[in-house]
C-alpha cells in the first residue's frame, strides 16, 4: 500500500489535470468529484486554485504503471477490469501495470456516486470509466508530445502501442519509462480524445484476473492473514440479544485452556485472548455467561412482522409519481398481491476480522473493508486520536456482498486491543457469532395494485415497507421520507404505465441491525414486480414474455435481451409434468438483463433447479469473463437465498447459528449456468448484484409455470407445494 507522499499540486483551471514528478517518474492525477457537484466526471472548481486528486497514474523509469485504486477487490474482479480500462487509453503494456489499495483518504479517493470512499452497489467499473479513460488518454498525450519534442516532429506523426511511442514514418521508438520524467513536465490537454470503441485492443478482450494466481498458490494476503510478530489470537461472543449486558461470568475454567492468555469482559462482550486460535475458541467454549438482556429480550420473527404489517399501513412518502392513479383505478379492474422478503445474513466466505496494534498515541489496523476511510475515522473518534494516527491496511477481502461496509468488526477489536497493554491482537469472529450479529438485509412487504382495462395495465400503485439502511448509513439517501435504495427498480421499471405511483414507508424492526446485501431494494422490489406481472399475465391468458414486451416503451435494449433470453432457454417448448420456466426482467444497476429459470416440482415440494439462462446487456463489457463469473455467481447467492435464506428471532435472539441452519446451495444442485452477453457500445453498466436480483423472481415464476401455485413469500415454502398447507396471501 504505497501511495507517493511527496507528490505536489500546482494550480489549475476547471477541467484540466495536475501533473508532478515522483521519485524520478510521472505521476498523472485525476479528480473524480462527488455526487452532483458541478458537471459529470469533470473537476469542481476550487478558490484555492487546487484540488485533491482522487486516484494516481504513476510511471517507473523501468516502465511499470501503478493504479492507486480507492476500489476494492473482494473476488469481483474489478483490479483486473480497472486495469485493463487504464491501459487500453494509457496503451501502456497490460503485463506492467500494478495495482496499490488506495490509503484512507475521503478527500482524495472519494468514489463519485457516492461522495464517499466506499466500494458497493455495482458501481466501481461504472463511477471510474470515463475519469479512467480520461486520464490515461491525457497521460498518453503527454507521453507522445514529449517524444515529439525531442525528435522535433508533429505529435500528429507519433503512435503509441505497449508502453511505448513510436514515430511512424522513421520508426524511432521510446518507452514510456525513459521519457517519465520529461513528460512531468508536459502540459496536460484540457480534453485529450478518447479512443473509438472500435479500436480498443484491450476492452472487450478476456482477460485472465490479476488476483486469481495468488488465490490459487496460496500467496494472495487477506485481512484473516495478517501476521505481526508477538502477535496475540482473540475470539469473542458479543450480547446475544441486541442493547444487551454482561451479567455475571464464571472463567475459571477458561484460564485453564492451554495457550489461553487473558479473558477479557466489557460491558456487552467477553473475549478470550491466547497464543492461537484455537485456544482463544476453546476457551471460549468453557465460558459460563449470564446475560442482562435489556428490552429487546421479547423481540421475535412474530413481532418483527407484526411490527412491519401494522407499519405499512400508513400512507408513506411519494417517491415517484405520474398521470392520476386513483382516477386510474376507476377506470377498469383492480389486481392486487401482497409479497414479503425475509432478513438475510450475509455469511461471507471470510469470517469477520480485524488485527490491532495500539501504540503510544497512535493504532494501526489490518483488515478487508469496503469503507477503508470510515474505519479510519470511526476507530480515531473512538480512540480520541486525530484521523491522521490511525493507520489502515486494507487487504483482500473474502466476500463483502455488503457486510464489510459496516465498521463494528474494527470497533471490537480495538476495545478488546485496549485490554492488552500494546500487544498486537487478531480478532477473529466464529461463525456462530459472524450470523448471529450480523447487519441484515431488511425484511420488505410489497402492495402492488393494477388497474386493468382492455387488457392493458392502466394503473399502478406499489407501496413499499421496510427498514431504511441509507437513513442510518447515508443520510443523504435518505429524504422526505424516502430511501433512494428502498426504492431501487420500482421507480425505474421497465414497464410504462400511463399512471404511476411508488410510496416508501420507514418501519424499522426491533432487536436486530439492518444493511446492505448484495443488492438489497433491487433485490425486493424486482421480486415484487416481476411476480406480479407473471400473476397479471396468468389473468389476461397471456405469455409472460409476450406481456412484457408489450409493455416495453424504453427503447430496444430490454427486448432485445428479452428476445435473446427467449431464443436460448427454449421458452415455449413443451415440459413435463410439474415442470417450468419462469423470467425476471429486470433494469437494476443500470444494466439490462433478462433471466430463465427451469425447474421441476416433485410433489414433496423440493424443487430441483434444471437450467438457468440470462441475457446480459451491461454495456461495454469491459472484461466479459468477469460479467459471466459475477452473473453466475450472484445467481447462486440469489437462488441460495430463495430456497433457503430466512434469519428467525426467539427471545431476542437470532436462530440461525451455521450452515448446518442457515444453508447454502451446494454444488450437486447448481444447473448449468449460461450466460449470453449482449455485444454493445454503450457504457458500462453494473454487474455484480444483478444475478442476485434475477435469480429469485425467475425462480418464483417458474415454480407458479410449474405448479399453479403463486408464491409471494420467500423462502420457498415447501410445504405449501406439497399441498400440506395454504400459500400465504
Known amino acids: 500500500m504505497n501511495v507517493p507522499a511527496n507528490h505536489s499540486t500546482v494550480a489549475t483551471s476547471r477541467r484540466a489535470f495536475i501533473k508532478s514528478s515522483v521519485a524520478g517518474g510521472f505521476l498523472l492525477a485525476f479528480h473524480l468529484p462527488a455526487y452532483g457537484v458541478n458537471e459529470p466526471n469533470q473537476p469542481p472548481d476550487d478558490t484555492t486554485g487546487k484540488f485533491s486528486p482522487n486516484a494516481f497514474i504513476r510511471i517507473d523509469k523501468a516502465g511499470k504503471t501503478t493504479l492507486v485504486m480507492p476500489q476494492v477487490e473482494m473476488g469481483q474482479g474489478v483490479y483486473t477490469s480497472i486495469a485493463m480500462i487504464l491501459a487500453e487509453e494509457l496503451d501502456a503494456d497490460f503485463s506492467s501495470i500494478a495495482l496499490e489499495h488506495a490509503p484512507p483518504d475521503e478527500k482524495a479517493y472519494a468514489n463519485p456516486a457516492f461522495g464517499i470512499q466506499a466500494t458497493g452497489n455495482s458501481n466501481s467499473i461504472r463511477a471510474f470509466w470515463k475519469p479512467l479513460r480520461t486520464a490515461g488518454a491525457s497521460a498518453r498525450a503527454m507521453l507522445v508530445q514529449t517524444a515529439a519534442k525531442q525528435w522535433k516532429v508533429d505529435p500528429s506523426s507519433c503512435t503509441t502501442s505497449n508502453g511505448e511511442v513510436t514515430h511512424t514514418a522513421t520508426r524511432r521508438s521510446l518507452s514510456y519509462g525513459v521519457l517519465a520524467d520529461a513528460a512531468s513536465k508536459a502540459t496536460p490537454p484540457q480534453t485529450p480524445p478518447l479512443k473509438d470503441p472500435k479500436n480498443f485492443t484491450l476492452i472487450g478482450k478476456a482477460k485472465k484476473r490479476f488476483d486469481t494466481p495468488g488465490k490459487v498458490d496460496g500467496s494472495a494476503v487477506y485481512g484473516i492473514d495478517a501476521i505481526l510478530p508477538g502477535m496475540k489470537f482473540a475470539t469473542l461472543v458479543a450480547a446475544p440479544v441486541l442493547g444487551g449486558k454482561v451479567g455475571k461470568i464464571d472463567d475459571g475454567a477458561a ?383 440469489g437462488l441460495t437465498a430463495a430456497l433457503y435464506g430466512e434469519v428467525t428471532m426467539n427471545g431476542g435472539r437470532v436462530q440461525q447459528s451455521n450452515f448446518h441452519n442457515y444453508r447454502m446451495l451446494r454444488i450437486d444442485q447448481v444447473p448449468a449456468i449460461d450466460v449470453h452477453v449482449v455485444p454493445s457500445g454503450e457504457a458500462p453498466g453494473g454487474i455484480g448484484e444483478t444475478g442476485t436480483t434475477a435469480g429469485p423472481p425467475a425462480l418464483r415464476n417458474a415454480i407458479y409455470a410449474a405448479t399453479g401455485i403463486a408464491l409471494r413469500r420467500l423462502p420457498i415454502d415447501r410445504e405449501v407445494l406439497a399441498g400440506r398447507k395454504q400459500p400465504w396471501t
Open 255 to 637: 484460564k485453564q485452556v492451554p495457550g489461553v492468555q487473558k479473558v477479557v469482559v466489557l460491558d456487552d462482550l467477553v473475549a478470550v485472548v491466547g497464543d492461537h486460535f484455537w485456544a482463544a475458541k476453546s476457551g471460549l467454549d468453557t465460558l459460563k455467561i449470564t446475560w442482562d438482556h435489556g428490552a429487546n429480550v421479547g423481540v421475535s420473527t412474530d413481532t418483527i412482522w407484526a411490527d412491519l404489517r401494522a407499519q405499512s399501513t400508513q400512507e408513506g412518502a411519494v417517491a415517484k409519481s405520474a398521470g392520476d392513479v386513483t382516477k386510474a383505478s376507476a377506470t377498469g379492474e383492480k389486481f392486487d398481491a401482497i409479497y414479503e422478503l425475509p432478513l438475510l445474513a450475509h455469511a461471507t466466505m471470510e469470517p469477520m476480522n480485524c488485527t490491532v496494534q495500539l501504540k503510544p498515541g497512535g493504532c494501526e489496523i489490518w483488515l478487508g473493508t469496503q469503507v477503508i476511510a470510515r474505519v479510519q475515522q470511526t476507530i480515531a473518534k473512538l480512540l480520541g486520536l486525530a484521523v491522521d494516527k490511525v493507520t489502515v491496511h486494507n487487504h483482500w477481502l473474502g466476500g463483502g456482498f455488503g457486510r464489510r461496509l459496516e465498521v463494528d468488526m474494527a470497533v471490537k477489536a480495538v476495545r478488546i486491543a485496549q485490554q492488552l497493554d500494546g500487544a498486537p491482537v487478531k480478532v477473529v469472529w466464529t461463525r456462530e457469532e459472524d450470523i448471529q450479529q450480523d447487519y441484515y438485509r431488511p425484511a420488505y412487504r410489497d402492495e402492488i395494485t393494477a388497474t386493468i382495462s382492455q387488457d392493458k395495465i392502466v394503473g399502478w400503485r406499489h407501496k413499499i415497507s421496510g427498514s431504511s439502511v441509507m437513513a442510518r448509513w447515508f443520510p443523504p439517501g435518505f429524504q422526505k421520507g424516502v430511501d433512494i435504495d428502498g426504492v431501487d427498480s420500482a421507480i425505474d421499471l421497465p414497464y410504462e404505465f400511463p399512471n404511476f405511483e411508488v410510496r416508501f414507508v420507514r418501519a424499522e424492526p426491533a432487536g436486530l441491525h439492518t444493511g446492505f446485501w448484495r443488492g438489497v431494494g433491487p433485490n425486493n422490489n424486482v421480486f415484487a414486480i416481476e411476480s406480479f406481472i407473471d400473476e397479471v399475465a396468468k389473468k389476461l391468458g397471456k405469455d409472460p414474455i409476450a406481456l412484457r414486451k408489450i409493455m416495453l416503451d424504453k427503447g430496444p435494449r430490454f427486448k432485445a435481451v428479452l428476445d435473446l433470453v427467449a431464443e436460448k432457454s427454449g421458452w415455449g417448448q413443451p415440459l413435463g409434468k410439474r415442470v417450468g420456466r419462469g423470467v425476471c426482467l429486470q433494469p437494476a444497476f443500470a444494466s439490462f438483463i433478462a433471466t430463465v429459470v427451469e425447474v421441476e416440482v416433485d410433489e414433496q415440494g423440493e424443487v430441483l433447479l434444471r437450467r438457468i439462462t440470462s441475457a446480459v446487456d451491461t454495456g461495454i463489457a469491459v472484461n466479459p469473463d468477469t460479467v459471466i463469473a459475477q452473473l453466475q455467481g450472484g445467481l447462486v447467492f
